[in-house]
C-alpha cells in the first residue's frame, strides 16, 4: 500500500491513494490552517470506524443475516501532552434490519475487534478500545 500527502499551502495538505482517491487535510485557524478538510488525527479516528463497521456487515451478510444498515458512532479521548496520542476509543453500532439475531451482531462486533479490524487492533496497542451495540428492528417500522 503507497500513498502521498502534497502540501498545498499553510497547513493544508492533499493526500492521495494507490487507488486514485484524494482528501483535503487542513488544520484549524489557530494552528496556521484555514480549516478547508479534515484533521489527520479525525482521518485516523474514521478509519479505524471505517475498517470496524465494513468488517461487521460483511460478517452479518456471510451469516446471511438481514442487515439493511450500519453506522458506527467513535468518541475518543486523546493525551493532554504531546504526543497527543489516542488514550481511549468507544466505537458504539448501530445496526438495523429484519429480525437481526442479537447473538449474530454481537459476534460480528467482537470478530471484527477481536481478529479482521487492522486498524483497531493496532490502535489497541496504545488505546484503550471499547464497543457496544444496539439493533433497530426494521420490522417494527
Same mark, same amino acid.
Given at each position: 500500500?503507497?500513498? !502521498? %500527502?502534497?502540501?498545498?499551502?499553510?497547513?493544508?495538505?492533499?493526500?492521495?491513494?494507490?487507488?486514485?482517491?484524494?482528501?483535503? %487535510?487542513?488544520? +484549524? +485557524?489557530?494552528?496556521?490552517?484555514?480549516?478547508?478538510?479534515? !484533521? +489527520?488525527?479525525?482521518?485516523?479516528?474514521?478509519?479505524?470506524?471505517?475498517?470496524?463497521?465494513?468488517?461487521?456487515?460483511?460478517?452479518? /451478510?456471510?451469516?446471511?443475516?438481514?442487515?439493511?444498515?450500519?453506522?458506527?458512532?467513535?468518541?475518543?479521548? !486523546?493525551?493532554?501532552?504531546? +504526543?497527543?496520542?489516542?488514550?481511549?476509543?468507544? @466505537?458504539?453500532? @448501530?445496526?438495523?434490519?429484519?429480525?437481526?439475531?442479537?447473538?449474530?451482531v454481537k459476534r460480528a462486533v467482537e470478530?471484527?475487534?477481536? /481478529?479482521?479490524?487492522?486498524?483497531?487492533?493496532?490502535l489497541a496497542k496504545a488505546a484503550e %478500545?471499547?464497543?457496544?451495540?444496539? @439493533? %433497530?428492528?426494521?420490522?417494527?417500522?
Open positions: 500500500m503507497n500513498c !502521498r %500527502i502534497k502540501w498545498v499551502e499553510d497547513a493544508m495538505f492533499v493526500g492521495e491513494s494507490d487507488s486514485g482517491h484524494a482528501v483535503v %487535510i487542513d488544520g +484549524p +485557524p489557530d494552528g496556521g490552517g484555514r480549516n478547508m478538510g479534515m !484533521r +489527520p488525527m479525525e482521518l485516523l479516528l474514521l478509519g479505524m470506524g471505517s475498517c470496524s463497521a465494513y468488517d461487521v456487515v460483511h460478517i452479518l /451478510k456471510k451469516s446471511r443475516q438481514p442487515v439493511a444498515d450500519c453506522v458506527a458512532e467513535l468518541s475518543a479521548e !486523546r493525551a493532554d501532552t504531546v +504526543p497527543k496520542v489516542f488514550t481511549k476509543i468507544h @466505537i458504539h453500532f @448501530i445496526v438495523s434490519g429484519k429480525g437481526l439475531a442479537e447473538s449474530s470478530l471484527s475487534a477481536d /481478529k479482521y479490524c487492522s486498524a483497531s487492533i493496532m %478500545i471499547s464497543h457496544d451495540f444496539e @439493533i %433497530i428492528d426494521m420490522a417494527d417500522e
